[in-house]
């Protein structure tokens, strides 16, 4: 995107006047306040975005990791012009155009059996609606969700979250157990082998259900594949593992695939990887990129079935609402029609897999890459033999945040968390700007000599 000097004129104005508003009246979320020196951002276009300077950033971030088919894709910015000129809004109680076909392109892509959408606004309250229907389908209350995990800011969401931004919010009265996932690089269990880690951690979670006691859980949260939390992909014999133990206990496999769906893997959905078919699954960010704010949980008939004949006590203002239904619409459509998914898979695949690999071989602090699709995760260490993080857990260092500056000034706009950066473009982006993006990758990281 060319500016002209006019046009950068006007940018650098209506920039300066939106950070001065922003400091004065805006209250940031995750954030100390008076420490915020946030960035602006003006325009963006595909991979692209450009700050208060009018300066281009390629965005290795998609934002939250959920603008899926970057940004201001034409087909998707018009179809929210046309839903807005018929339909800007209506109550969930009114059937609309929009938000049927939306569930009727989502459930497409699920497999049998799961054929009904409740939508929410996000990921969080996706997720909070989804334990509710577990609850009171089972009629039991806890819920079991692993340690360095994410699923939202909300409060039942927030309490399931197994990272450092549950702490605050804690009281331990929530119902919620959380337990130790598969993560070989990091392994609690002192497995030297994948079939280990599986096996180890499969073990850990039955015996946490029986001292729990099955009669009291009601479900087991999991994002498919943990996102924020560090991209670990685990192996497909521990979902089905995890199916076997759901099925055997009596509890509910809920799949969280706010992140990890709609693409992002390199599939539909990110479960399709694994064989597996959970009990509930609940998405958001890339059914629509963000464009504007929607979720939703997929349930199957059992769970449909105890609401067919008694209220479902729940729900939400903006459940379903056409502008961001329209978006969804034109999201998946421009998927499909465009072939992105099998994009994401490829490049994941033959381009960024093989370059990460190779940045880590090269690179004194890259201790382990790990991914798949467009969805691959980076872990920066002090030293390769002791595995110590470049940055505790919970929190960031003046190492890191020199990465992330340096990425910066060459035009990298990174997904930073803790000790690692995550490899998450678009999955539409062309070769040549992954390639572009993966060489400020190389350059920055293999020139890494930190000291202590």
């Known amino acids: 995107m060319h500016f002209t000097d006019a046009e950068l004129a006007a940018i650098k104005d209506e920039s300066a006047r939106a950070y001065e508003l922003d400091r004065a009246h805006v209250f940031h979320s995750w954030s100390a306040q008076a420490k915020l ?103 039991k209350h806890k819920v079991l969700s692993r340690y360095r995990s994410y699923h939202g800011g909300t409060q039942t969401a927030i309490n399931v979250t197994g990272d450092p931004r549950r702490w605050a919010n804690d009281r331990g009265d929530s119902g919620v157990v959380h337990f130790f996932g598969p993560f070989l690089y990091r392994s609690e269990f002192d497995a030297t082998t994948e079939a280990e880690e599986t096996e180890r951690a499969l073990r850990h979670l039955e015996r946490t ?35 076997a133990l759901c099925d055997k206990y009596g509890i509910m496999y809920i799949a969280d695939e706010v992140m990890a769906g709609f693409g992002r893997t390199g599939r539909w959905f990110a479960f399709d990887h694994f064989d597996v078919v959970p009990d509930i699954v609940t998405f958001a960010k890339g059914v629509n990129s963000g464009y504007v704010p929607l979720g939703g949980v997929i349930m199957n008939d059992a769970v449909y079935d105890t609401f067919a004949q008694s209220a479902y006590p729940g729900g939400l203002t903006y459940s379903g ?44 602090h890259v201790g382990e890459v790990r991914g798949v699709g467009m969805f691959w995760a980076i872990e920066l260490v002090w030293d390769k033999e002791t595995r110590e993080p470049l940055a505790p857990y919970g929190g960031s260092s003046p190492q890191m945040a020199s990465v992330l500056g340096q990425m910066k000034e060459l035009g990298v706009l990174p997904f930073a968390n ?35």
């Open 418 to 452: 803790f000790n690692r950066i995550h490899v998450v473009p678009p999955i539409n982006i062309s070769e040549e700007d992954l390639e572009k993006g993966l060489n400020v990758h190389d350059k920055v990281l293999t020139d890494l000599d930190f000291t202590r």
């Open 321 to 364: 609402h056409p502008l961001a239904c329209a978006a969804a619409v034109a999201t998946m459509n421009a998927m499909e029609e465009e072939g992105m998914i099998e994009n994401a898979a490829r490049l994941g695949e033959e381009i960024v897999g093989p370059r990460l690999r190779e940045i880590a071989e090269k690179s004194k």
């Open 37 to 139: 020196d946030p960035m602006t951002m003006s325009r963006a276009s595909g991979s692209h975005v450009y700050d208060g300077e009018g300066q281009e950033f390629l965005d290795f971030s998609s934002q939250l990791v959920n603008t899926n088919i970057g940004h201001q894709h034409p087909k998707v910015v018009q179809a929210i012009k046309d839903q807005a000129d018929l339909l800007c809004t209506i109550s969930p109680a009114h059937v609309n155009a929009a938000r049927s076909e939306a569930a009727r392109l989502i459930t497409e892509r699920t497999p049998a059996g799961l054929d009904h959408v409740f939508f929410t606004n996000g990921g969080a309250d996706a997720n909070e609606h989804a334990i509710r229907m577990a609850r009171l389908y089972t009629g």
């Open 209 to 243: 259900i029986e001292l729990e006691g099955p009669p009291t859980i009601a479900a087991i949260v999991l994002e498919t594949i943990p996102g924020t939390a560090g991209i670990m992909v685990p192996s497909k014999e521990y979902l089905q593992g995890v199916r």
